[in-house]
């Protein structure tokens, strides 16, 4: 778990504003295929990978509150389903400490998923009328492969924003166990 | 140590899963002018310069990126286009966005004319936000109470009829498109004048919509066109929000036709995911 320092708290904020500003200015309004991509889960779950479950999951809640604020939506909605992302992506780091280039490719597709799919449940429980059409799957699947293709440089992008405020960078920690010994980030504690 | 880590964790999380909890059904709950929606659309108010100043300053993104659309859709520009030098394509791309705007514009004046829609006294704005997630069909305009917006006005782009404005601030407004779950727009078709309320065919398609309650006992045909009804009566009441003769859009198919469950389907005039420019109509009712 990573400590929040005011520094990384305002950079954090910082990136929430920006994130749901460039979404709903530019990215939304740039249609591939019919569909466009969707940075929140992409920045959730780089949150989550770099500084932790609880910090992936407050960060979770802002920014769906955010977005929810920002376009009238209904409330609560995008924080309940970006919450269990942020949590789910920062337990990924904690338990498995994953390395490898792919893998922000990995949990970005898997979290632009379960946050479609959150989303969609979370529609049809608020009771949403319209049917399912294939139209729609097919702008989840777009999205999904768009998201799948920003993931990367989504992360390198966040984990720069954050490095300066981040004390325990995973790169730096594996770096440093490897030198000393240690075998993971779990066994110091 | 650890388990105290993992309680602390659990508990967080928990606080911050009932929390959205609440939230969602407290603002589920309440009505249009309950504390919550107040409170959305004051950060909103706030929000909505910032979102204006975005919006302007990456349009040059969104140019460059329509501008790689229209390249590979037009191959034969290419070769032409590579040759160019850095500046020159720089300035191509800044006339190329102006071409398209100015292009925009006079294909919405022709629509004024044709249809004589400056008794409504439109307001011009250009899109400032649009909602990422299919859920939610709407867009985010630069213009506001401030201009003469008020809520449930009509609102048109360059091809037709787009929606119907559902929250206004000082200097913006929301606006719900007529492919949302939520909309539905009185409509009839243009040689049969079979009556009919428009509905969006299924969530997340914007290119499919219903005539729904059009009378089986009419044989309408595909490609007939469908515009808003615009109800008038004696009272103010009823009126609908939209002025008659609005075009909205033409049948694409029919499915069980002549039977109780037939199916009228119509693909929009107005192309939703290229919204650009729209009028708002401020005077919907002074047609009538």
């Known amino acids: 778990m990573v400590a929040a320092t005011p520094q990384l708290l305002a950079r954090l904020a910082a990136l929430v504003v920006g994130g749901v500003v460039v979404q709903t200015a530019a990215i939304s309004q740039l249609p591939v295929a019919g569909a466009n991509a969707d940075l929140s889960p992409l920045l959730v779950m780089a949150i989550g990978l770099l500084c932790g479950a609880l910090a992936g999951a407050c960060f979770g809640f802002g920014v769906g509150l955010f977005v929810d604020v920002a376009l009238l939506q209904t409330l609560g909605v995008s924080s309940l389903v970006l919450v269990a992302v942020g949590y789910g992506a920062g337990r990924i780091r904690e338990a498995r400490d994953p390395e490898g280039t792919l893998v922000p490719i990995a949990v970005g597709a898997t979290a632009t998923l379960a946050f479609s799919i959150g989303f969609a449940v979370m529609q049809f429980l608020l009771g949403v009328e319209a049917p399912v059409s294939g139209a729609l799957v097919r702008q989840v699947i777009t999205t999904l492969v768009l998201n799948t293709l920003l993931a990367l440089p989504l992360y390198v992008l966040v984990r720069r924003w954050l490095l300066p405020a981040l004390p325990d960078d995973p790169r730096r920690r594996r770096r440093r166990a490897y030198t000393t010994g240690g075998l993971s980030p779990l066994s110091r504690t | 140590m650890y388990d105290k880590t993992v309680r602390r964790r659990r508990a967080v999380l928990g606080l911050l899963v009932a929390c959205s909890l609440i939230l969602l059904t407290a603002y589920f709950g309440e009505s249009a002018g309950g504390a919550l929606h107040g409170v959305q659309r004051g950060a909103s108010e706030v929000l909505n310069p910032v979102q204006d100043g975005a919006s ?46 100015a292009d925009r514009l006079r294909k919405m004046l022709e629509l004024d004319s044709a249809l004589d829609l400056e008794r409504y006294e439109p307001v011009t704005g250009r ?13 985010r305009v630069n213009k506001g109470s401030d201009d003469g917006v008020r809520r449930g006005q009509p609102v048109i782009n360059e091809e037709a009829l787009i929606g119907e404005v559902t929250e206004v601030f000082s200097g913006a407004a929301q606006v719900t498109l007529i492919t949302d779950t939520t909309s539905k727009v009185t409509a009839r078709t243009s040689r049969r004048g079979s009556f009919g309320v428009v509905e969006p065919a299924s969530a997340g398609n914007p290119t499919d919509l219903i005539l729904n309650f059009a009378p089986s006992s009419v044989n309408l045909d595909e490609g007939e066109r469908v515009v808003t009804r615009g109800t008038v009566t004696d009272t103010d009441r009823l009126q609908s929000l939209f002025p008659a003769g609005l075009p909205v859009g033409e049948i694409t198919r029919i499915e069980n036709a002549g039977t109780d469950t037939q199916e009228v389907h119509l693909r929009p005039f107005a192309n939703m995911r290229n919204l650009d420019v729209v009028q708002i109509l401020t005077r919907p009712g002074a047609g009538t």
Do not use: C, H
Not at chain 2, 77 to 95: F, M
């Open chain 2, 56 to 101: 302007r300053a990456l349009k040059p993104v969104r140019d460059l990126f329509g501008w790689f659309g229209d390249t590979l859709e037009a191959k034969g520009d290419v070769e032409d286009l590579r040759a160019e030098r850095n500046s020159l394509r720089r300035e191509l791309l800044a006339e190329e966005g102006a071409r398209v705007e």
């Open chain 2, 127 to 139: 899109v400032i936000a649009q909602s990422p997630t299919v859920w939610y069909a709407t867009i």
